[in-house]
């Protein structure tokens, strides 16, 4: 069974910073593309960031200088550091990747999602 898990959420007061891990476990074949989300309470899913399998990142405006996005194929996980962190960026924080798995097709996968929490 494929499946992405996220880790790393959890309470900082404004201006600290915060690393979340997104791993991808299973019997994968592939992944390509993978990126951040984030939903606040009462808002729908907002894009973050997102990278290719070659590295190449692009990210959400009010993220940007702030948010760095990677990732390390070779252990097909993804990360996001979170420096500069204000409590508008407080939210669930999901990963998403496209991944081919051994038996099946091309498919977007997603995670449980972890919880940010930004005090002022």
């Known amino acids: 069974q494929v499946q992405l898990v996220e880790s790393g959420g959890g309470l900082v007061q404004g201006g600290g910073s915060l690393r979340l891990s997104c791993a991808a476990s299973?019997?994968?074949?592939?992944?390509?593309?993978m990126a951040w989300y984030r939903q606040a309470p009462g808002r729908q899913r907002d894009w973050v960031a997102r990278?290719?399998?070659?590295?190449?990142?692009i990210y959400e405006d009010s993220v940007k200088g702030r948010f760095t996005i990677s990732r390390d194929n070779f252990n097909n996980t993804m990360y996001l550091q979170m420096n500069s962190l204000q409590p508008e960026d407080t939210a669930v924080y999901y990963c998403s990747a496209d991944m081919k798995p051994f038996s099946g097709t091309w498919r977007n996968y997603w995670g449980q999602g972890t919880q940010v929490t930004v005090s002022s």
């Open positions: 990278i290719t399998r070659g590295g190449n990142t």
């Open positions: 299973g019997n994968i074949v592939l992944i390509n593309d």
